[in-house]
């Protein structure tokens, strides 16, 4: 099994920052992708940031420029640095690995964390 551990959510102002970590550990010999998605009260699951074993990154337009991800693969953990943080950020943050379970690497596998609340207001 492969559990996640989020952590770095909170209550921040306007224009504000907060970094975001998701700590991997368990069955995995290699991780492929990271990413963080995000739901708001009464919206979809959207995707925020993505990040690949290469370490090309994507992001949605709303967060381009603000937010930053990356990844440390010896620590099989990602992060997000949100800055200049807005109201409409508000949500629950989700991380998302996509792994192999051993050196076969015979397809992957999808593990999600159990989400941090992000709270923009002043």
């Known amino acids: 099994q492969v559990q996640l551990v989020e952590s770095g959510g909170g209550l921040v102002q306007p224009g504000g920052s907060l970094r975001l970590s998701c700590a991997a550990s368990?069955?995995?010999?290699?991780?492929?992708?990271m990413g963080w998605y995000r739901q708001a009260p009464g919206k979809q699951r959207e995707l925020v940031a993505h990040?690949?074993?290469?370490?090309?990154?994507n992001y949605a337009d709303s967060v381009k420029g603000r937010f930053t991800i990356s990844r440390d693969n010896a620590k099989n953990t990602g992060y997000m640095q949100m800055n200049s943080l807005k109201p409409e950020d508000t949500a629950d943050y989700y991380c998302?690995?996509?792994?192999?379970?051993?050196?076969?690497?015979?397809?992957?596998?999808?593990?999600w964390g159990q989400g941090t609340q992000v709270t923009v207001s002043s």
């Open positions: 990040i690949n074993i290469g370490g090309r990154t």
């Open positions: 998302n690995v996509n792994y192999w379970r051993d050196y076969r690497m015979q397809g992957t596998y999808d593990s």
């Open positions: 368990g069955s995995i010999f290699l991780v492929n992708a």
